[in-house]
């Protein structure tokens, strides 16, 4: 006994373009939290070489 689909063929594209843009929102979002984390903790990172560097110098001379 051959069975047919269960749902309108119709139906299929859209639910999947849905997904993907819903999939492709959820990248982006994460890209930019990763991307500013990065670039937080570049900042960081540069504030404290400078004052690391600030230090060192003020009691060396």
């Avoid at 843009?21 to 990065?38: C, F, G, H, M, P």
């Avoid at 903790?41 to 690391?52: E, F, K, P």
Wanted: glycine share 4%; with cysteine; charged share 25%.
């Amino acid at each position: 006994m051959k069975r047919g689909f269960l749902g309108s063929s119709k139906k299929e594209p859209a639910d999947s373009r849905t997904i993907c843009k819903s999939t492709r929102e959820v990248s982006i979002d994460t890209l930019q939290a990763t991307a500013i984390d990065s670039m937080n903790q570049a900042s960081n990172d540069i504030i404290q070489l400078v004052l690391d560097n600030s230090v060192h110098h003020g009691t060396v001379s």
